[in-house]
């Protein structure tokens, strides 16, 4: 695998382990009623996996693998959003749709969330 694959692999999201991303399985015959998605039948597939804990996402995990090396690392190193993220997306769509702007600066607000800056705490109302 070239160094460049190597540097673009995120680390485990399981355990933070170092990913390996040469995983390479060549079948002795094609699967029986399993093809890739351009309609060629599954001789070889490719997969990473957590040199650490093992996690894989190719076989057993997921019949086949992947089709490329390419394929592989892309899908190693897609990450679902973490809550906060999702939480602030959620405040940003909410502010900037559904609240409307009747003059408070609620855009400026979610504006201000969306590049990550430190909004300051609201007044105590006493």
Same mark, same amino acid.
């Given at each position: 695998?070239s160094t460049?694959?190597?540097?673009?692999l995120?680390a485990c999201?399981?355990c933070?382990?170092e990913?390996n991303g040469?995983?390479?399985?060549?079948?002795?015959?094609?699967?029986?009623?399993t093809?890739?998605?351009?309609?060629?039948?599954i001789?070889e597939?490719?997969?990473?996996?957590?040199? #650490?804990?093992? *996690?894989?996402?190719?076989?057993?995990?997921?019949? /086949?693998?992947?089709? =490329?090396?390419?394929?592989a +690392?892309a899908a190693?190193?897609?990450r679902?959003?973490?809550?906060a993220?999702?939480? #602030?997306s959620? *405040?940003?769509?909410?502010l900037?749709?559904d609240? /409307?702007?009747d003059? =408070?600066g609620?855009?400026? +607000?979610?504006?201000?969330?969306?590049?990550g800056?430190?909004?300051?705490s609201?007044?105590?109302?006493?």
């Open positions: 695998m460049d694959h190597a540097r673009a995120l999201p399981f933070g382990g990913a040469t995983g390479h399985m060549r079948y002795g015959r094609p699967l029986d009623d093809w890739w998605e351009d309609g060629s039948q001789t597939a490719f997969f990473v996996n957590c040199i #650490r804990c093992g *996690i894989s996402n190719g076989p057993p995990a997921l019949v /086949g693998g992947y089709q =490329t090396q390419a394929e +690392i190693w190193n897609t679902a959003l973490s809550t993220q999702t939480e #602030r959620r *405040i940003v769509e909410w900037k749709n609240a /409307g702007d003059g =408070t609620l855009w400026g +607000i979610a504006d201000a969330i969306e590049r800056e430190h909004l300051p609201p007044p105590e109302v006493g």
